[in-house]
């Protein structure tokens, strides 16, 4: 009868000790998952401050190159929230709900938003008396879609910033991060055509 009771109380420490296995397991993939967010956050807080200086310098190539390293960084840290999720579910019954894009605005910006560029059907035609009143008329056009042009590289400039600053920000909630990276890209496009 001891010997059946002290079998039991075996099988109930070794049933222990693989649980305490366990949870330590999951709270050691919860610190990889922290770890990783951590290095995704201030990576991308350095990609941050690098397209600041190239939007300054309008390189095109090297923006895009800058936003395909945010979506590899962003899918990874969708990967290790997934991850998270589960090690959540399996510890506390239930994943951490913190993936509500109500709480991640993404702003969005179109062509219809910008000044639009002046062409020579929006002069006045003053019926010009010599060639020196149309050569006038030219250069003020010419100035006018210069202004505007700066005005609308100044606006997405800003747009792309902002939409890059607030995905970096919702690394931690994946969905948000895939709406904000989305707009990101057509930031990107209405930003490219503006500096042709």
Same mark, same amino acid.
């Given at each position: 009868?001891?010997?059946?009771?002290?079998?039991?109380?075996?099988?109930?420490?070794?049933?222990?000790?693989?649980?305490?296995?366990?949870?330590?397991?999951?709270?050691?993939?919860?610190?990889?998952?922290?770890?990783?967010?951590?290095?995704?956050?201030e990576t991308g807080g350095e990609v941050t401050r690098e397209l600041d200086t190239l939007l300054r310098r309008r390189d095109r190539a090297a923006i895009s190159a800058v936003l395909d390293r945010l979506d590899v960084l962003a899918a990874e840290?969708?990967?290790?929230?997934?991850?998270?999720?589960?090690?959540?579910?399996?510890?506390?019954?239930?994943?951490?709900?913190?993936?509500?894009?109500?709480?991640?605005?993404?702003?969005?910006?179109?062509?219809?938003?910008?000044?639009? =560029?002046?062409?020579?059907? $929006?002069?006045?035609?003053?019926? *010009?008396? @010599?060639?020196?009143? %149309?050569? !006038?008329?030219? &250069? /003020?056009?010419?100035?006018?879609?210069?202004?505007?042009?700066?005005?609308?590289?100044?606006?997405?400039?800003?747009?792309?910033?902002?939409? =890059?600053?607030?995905?970096? $920000?919702?690394?931690?909630?994946? *969905?948000? @991060?895939?709406?904000? %990276?989305? !707009?990101?890209? &057509? /930031?990107?496009?209405?930003?490219?055509?503006?500096?042709?």
């Open positions: 009868m001891a010997e059946e009771y002290g079998d039991d109380l075996d099988r109930v420490l070794r049933n222990v000790e693989l649980a305490v296995r366990a949870v330590q397991r999951a709270f050691d993939e919860i610190g990889r998952c922290n770890d990783l967010l951590d290095r995704a956050q840290v969708a990967r290790s929230e997934a991850d998270r999720a589960v090690v959540s579910r399996i510890l506390d019954g239930e994943a951490d709900e913190i993936d509500c894009l109500d709480d991640w605005s993404v702003p969005s910006l179109s062509e219809h938003d910008l000044p639009r =560029v002046p062409t020579v059907h $929006d002069v006045e035609d003053p019926r *010009d008396v @010599t060639l020196e009143d %149309l050569w !006038e008329r030219d &250069r /003020a056009l010419t100035a006018e879609r210069q202004r505007v042009g700066q005005e609308r590289i100044r606006i997405t400039s800003e747009h792309l910033r902002t939409v =890059v600053d607030r995905a970096v $920000d919702s690394f931690g909630a994946p *969905d948000a @991060t895939a709406a904000l %990276l989305s !707009e990101m890209r &057509r /930031a990107y496009t209405l930003w490219a055509s503006c500096v042709r």
